[in-house]
């Protein structure tokens, strides 16, 4: 129960004060990290040009870079398995493979 007091999730924070919803935690969370980045960036211009650079470089440092760098990743993976939408192994395949019993590299290190 305490585990949720100690993550970084600002998408569904649990709130322990009782006149301050889950909600209202969230606005509160993602509005000031809002307001810390744009000031960050608005009274250091270069800051917003190397997190650029490092987005580009894909070797992200901040949190931010971070989001930003798994965000653009996810919608990359989107739109390129949207152009190959085969899949890596079919599944009564895996069924039928299981079927069949151990490996024989299985019984062999089983039976050493």
């Given amino acids: 129960m305490l585990l949720a007091n ?3 999730d600002y998408w569904s924070p649990r709130s322990w004060n009782e ?3 889950d909600r209202q935690l ?3 969370l993602v509005g000031a990290a ?3 980045y744009l000031s960050q960036y608005a009274l250091r211009p270069w800051r917003a040009a190397e997190s650029v650079g490092r987005l580009l470089r894909g070797r992200p440092i901040t949190f931010i870079e ?3 760098a798994n965000t653009l990743g996810r919608i990359r993976f989107m739109f390129r ?3 190959r939408s085969t899949p890596v192994a079919p599944v009564a ?3 039928a493979a299981a079927a069949d019993g151990p490996s024989r590299a299985h019984t ?3 039976a050493a």
Wanted: aromatic letters at 4%; zero cysteines; charged letters at 20%.
């Fill in 26 to 28: 969230r606005v509160l």
């Fill in 81 to 83: 398995r949207g152009a």
């Fill in 6 to 8: 100690g993550t970084n």
């Fill in 34 to 36: 809002a307001l810390f």
């Fill in 19 to 21: 006149s301050l919803s």
């Fill in 108 to 110: 062999q290190r089983s």
């Fill in 93 to 95: 395949r895996l069924g």
């Fill in 66 to 68: 971070r989001v930003a």
